[in-house]
T-cell receptor
Framework: GAGVSQSPSNKVTEKGKDVELRCDPI?????LYWYRQRLGQGLEFLIY????????KSGLPSDRFSAERTGESVSTLTIQRTQQEDSAVYLC?????????????FGAGTRLSVL | DAKTTQPNSMESNEEEPVHLPCNHS???????IHWYRQLPSQGPEYVIH???SNVNNRMASLAIAEDRKSSTLILHRATLRDAAVYYC?????????????FGTGTRLQVTL
């Protein structure tokens, strides 16, 4: 079936503007995760959802970052009053428990550039 | 989370086997060893995982030391398509949803 889909693939915004990033997980996957990857670095965890609830939002860097998930499906990550240090690739993953495993499947990411 | 240590980079010739090491001396008894890789301009993809015994799948093999303080991801015949950053990650109960803690990984270069 279809993989994890993220939109837009690229987003350029001006400092101070708000942005919304969207993630469509694999159908039927109960868990959804957001990560951030700055240039040349590893992935940083931001938040994850089990169903529509977020048991772990410990990685959100500030109160300018928020995320929601509806219908146990699509999720949006919102960054308010963007700053230049928010420039990064934002990656979404989804997973479900199957065959004794809980593997995360990643989308291609949204590249955010804050000018 | 227990930490892993990997070399920053490795090189291999195409068609040769590649052994990617990972040290995890503070691993707990319930931590699984997961490997993901990230091809250029893509999100990470799952490669393999194990607890104590060596594991094989269509992508790779995972050799786990008897004391579990280190492991090695083995690509039996590297191809150009295997050029990627390989991440070794420790994770608790593999049946439940939980975050992955990525380090900086090993960048594998494959040459003709």
């Amino acid at each position: 079936g279809a993989g994890v889909s993220q939109s837009p693939s690229n987003k350029v915004t001006e400092k101070g503007k708000d942005v919304e990033l969207r993630c469509d997980p694999i159908s039927g996957h109960t868990a959804l995760y957001w990560y951030r990857q700055r240039l040349g670095q590893g992935l940083e965890f931001l938040i994850y959802f089990q169903g529509n609830s977020a048991p772990d939002k410990s990685g959100l860097p500030s109160d300018r970052f928020s995320a929601e998930r509806t219908g146990e499906s699509v999720s949006t990550l919102t960054i308010q009053r963007t700053q230049q240090e928010d420039s990064a690739v934002y990656l979404c993953a989804s997973s479900t428990y199957r065959g004794g495993k809980n593997i995360q499947y990643f989308g291609a990411g949204t590249r955010l550039s804050v000018l | 989370d227990a930490k892993t240590t990997q070399p920053n980079s490795m090189e291999s010739n195409e068609e040769e086997p590649v052994h990617l090491p990972c040290n995890h001396s503070t691993i707990s008894g319930t931590d699984y060893i997961h490997w993901y890789r990230q091809l250029p301009s893509q999100g990470p993809e799952y490669v393999i995982h194990g607890l104590t015994s060596n594991v094989n799948n269509r992508m790779a093999s995972l050799a786990i030391a008897e004391d579990r303080k280190s492991s090695t991801l083995i690509l039996h015949r590297a191809t150009l398509r295997d050029a990627a950053v390989y991440y070794c990650i420790l994770r608790g109960n593999t049946g439940t949803a939980s975050k992955l803690t990525f380090g900086t990984g090993t960048r594998l270069q494959v040459t003709l």
